[in-house]
């Protein structure tokens, strides 16, 4: 996998940087979004922009390449889904707690009408 989803000589690092540090500030951002009912558009915006900060940091840490368009892609797809995923989580709890009389949580990320008609 090293050349292809991370550059480093460890995997670790790959999933420290971009999956727990990048990914809790996707995540954060999705919650965001959901909470001010923001338009799901903008949070690609911000996701991406987000990948170029991770991508800095693999550069200034790590010694990795901050101009790679394959490594930024890889990041911020990896930012884009928990990001997003982040972003459902919260509006199914959003919309089960405060509409409770209309809606029903059936998973962690989904909702359905309570009287279905």
């Known amino acids: 996998m090293q050349g292809i989803?991370?550059?480093?000589?460890?995997?670790?690092?790959?999933?420290?940087?971009?999956l727990v540090l990048g990914g809790g500030a996707a995540w954060m951002t999705?919650?965001?979004?959901?909470?001010?009912?923001?338009?799901?558009w903008?949070?690609?915006v911000y996701f991406l922009l987000l990948g170029a900060a991770?991508?800095?940091i693999h550069f200034?840490?790590?010694?990795?390449?901050?101009?790679?368009?394959?490594y930024y892609l890889v990041d911020s797809i990896f930012?884009?889904?928990?990001?997003l995923t982040g972003f459902r989580y919260t509006r199914a709890r959003q919309m089960t707690t405060q509409y409770s009389w209309l809606y029903k949580r059936?998973?962690?990320?989904?909702?359905?009408?309570?009287?279905?008609?």
Do not use: K, M
Not at 60 to 67: I, K, N, R
Not at 79 to 83: D, K, T, W, Y
Not at 108 to 114: G, M, N, S
């Open 30 to 40: 999705g919650r965001a979004l959901a909470v001010t009912w923001a338009p799901l």
């Open 42 to 44: 903008q949070g690609i």
């Open 54 to 56: 991770v991508r800095f």
């Open 5 to 18: 989803l991370y550059e480093e000589s460890s995997v670790w690092l790959f999933l420290f940087v971009t």
């Open 106 to 117: 059936t998973g962690p990320f989904t909702w359905r009408d309570r009287n279905p008609a």
């Open 79 to 83: 930012l884009i889904a928990i990001g």
């Open 60 to 70: 200034a840490l790590f010694h990795g390449t901050l101009l790679s368009l394959h």
